[in-house]
C-alpha cells in the first residue's frame, strides 16, 4: 500500500535561512500532493496543492517542488521566521486508484530560532 | 464566515463506553473527512461522507462509525472504547469530494480513555 515518509520529525535552523522540508512516497504517483501546517493543539491549514504534471508551484515565501521520477516533494520556506516555526504535513491524494482518499505523512516540525 | 466546527472540545471517557463526537462543515461544503490524530502518528483517515452518504472509510474496526445529516454536519461514533482511541479527533469539509479540493479543518475532539 502507500506509504508517506517526511524527511525528519524535527528540523532546527536559523532566521532568515531556507527551511527545506522533505516528502517521499512509495509506489504510484498521486494525481495531486498537497502541504498543510499544523500549529500545537490546532487543525491543519492548507497552504498549497501541486499537481502531478507541475514541477514546482510558488507562494509568497514557500514553494513546493513536485517530482515523480524520484516520487518526492520538496517544501521550501525562504527568509524564514520565528512565526514559521509549526509542524508541517504533506498529503498525497490516491484519486485515480480504489482508494480515492488523502493520506497524510506524519510530519515534520519546523523550529526557526531568532 | 464561520470555519469548521466541532463540539465538544474535550471528552473523557471510560472503557467500553461510548462517544460522540459533532462536527458543522463550513456553510456550502457537502462533504466531511474525520482524522484520528494519536500522540506522536500522523493523521489516519477514517472516514469520508458526501452528500449524506458514506464514500470511503480508513482501516479502522467497525466500532468507529459516523452518519452525515441532510445539513451535511456529521456525527463520529465509536463504541467499546479501548484505551488506545485516546487521540485528537479532527473533521474536515470541503466543497465536494474532489481530489484537488483543500480540506478546511475544525480544532479537533480531544478524547481521552480512561
Known amino acids: 500500500s502507500q506509504k508517506i515518509e517526511q524527511n525528519s520529525e524535527a528540523l532546527n535552523i536559523q532566521e532568515g535561512k531556507t527551511a527545506t522540508l522533505t516528502c517521499n512516497y512509495t509506489?504510484?504517483?498521486?494525481?495531486?500532493l498537497q502541504w498543510y501546517r499544523q500549529d500545537p493543539g490546532r487543525g491543519p491549514v492548507f497552504l498549497l496543492l501541486?499537481?502531478?504534471?507541475?514541477k514546482e508551484k510558488r507562494k509568497e515565501r514557500l514553494k513546493v517542488t513536485f517530482d515523480t521520477t524520484l516520487k518526492q516533494s520538496l517544501f521550501h520556506i525562504t527568509a524564514s521566521q520565528p512565526a514559521d516555526s509549526a509542524t508541517y504535513l504533506c498529503?498525497?491524494?490516491?484519486?485515480?486508484?480504489?482508494?480515492?482518499?488523502?493520506?497524510f505523512g506524519s510530519g515534520t516540525r519546523l523550529s526557526i530560532r531568532p | 464566515e464561520a470555519g469548521v466546527t466541532q463540539s465538544p472540545t474535550h471528552l473523557i471517557k471510560t472503557r467500553g463506553q461510548q462517544a460522540t463526537l459533532r462536527c458543522s462543515p463550513i456553510s456550502g461544503h457537502t462533504s466531511v473527512y474525520w482524522y484520528q490524530q494519536a500522540l506522536g502518528l500522523g493523521l489516519q483517515f477514517l472516514l469520508w461522507y458526501d452528500e449524506g452518504e458514506e464514500r470511503n472509510r480508513g482501516n479502522f474496526p467497525p466500532r468507529f462509525s459516523g452518519r452525515q445529516f441532510p445539513n451535511y454536519s456529521s456525527e463520529l461514533n465509536v463504541n467499546a472504547l479501548e484505551l488506545e482511541d485516546s487521540a485528537l479527533y479532527l473533521c474536515a469539509s470541503s466543497p465536494e469530494g474532489l481530489p484537488y479540493n483543500e480540506q478546511f479543518f475544525g480544532p479537533g475532539t480531544r478524547l481521552t480513555v480512561l
Open positions: 498529503a498525497l491524494d490516491m484519486s485515480g486508484s480504489s482508494a480515492s482518499k488523502i493520506i
Open positions: 509506489n504510484y504517483s498521486p494525481a495531486y
Open positions: 501541486i499537481r502531478e504534471n507541475e
